[in-house]
Nanobody, 125 residues
């Protein structure tokens, strides 16, 4: 079972950037599809992006496409989320997630099996 710990959240002005990191425990990190989800106050959890085990494939939600970039470093057991051109509507708790299921990345919009505790991103207008 993998354990996930997010970092890098904070307060940023609209138009600014933040980079989130998610460190994973265990020796099989490269076997997991990884993803980021977010939950804004009073709203349901929302899929943001997923990345394949090797990092060669990604799938983004339309709301972040062109602004956010996911990457992973399997040697460091870490996945990253670079967020640029941030908007107030990006304000949310961001969760890192992992799943061992082999499936098209779009299928992970429903969720993943393992979750971090989240990191808060606040974008001021």
């Amino acid at each position: 079972q993998v354990q996930l710990a997010e970092s890098g959240g904070g307060l940023v002005q609209a138009g600014g950037s933040l980079r989130l990191s998610c460190a994973a425990s265990g020796r099989t990190f490269g076997s997991y599809t990884m993803g980021w989800f977010r939950q804004a106050p009073g709203k349901e959890r929302e899929f943001v992006v997923a990345i394949s085990q090797s990092g060669s494939s990604t799938y983004y939600a339309d709301s972040v496409k062109g602004r956010f970039t996911i990457s992973r470093d399997n040697a460091k057991n870490t996945v990253y989320l670079q967020m640029n051109s941030l908007k107030p509507e990006d304000t949310a708790v961001y969760y890192c997630a992992a799943d061992l299921t082999l499936a098209p990345l779009r299928d992970f919009r429903r969720g993943m099996d393992y979750w971090g505790k989240g990191t808060l991103v606040t974008v001021s207008s």
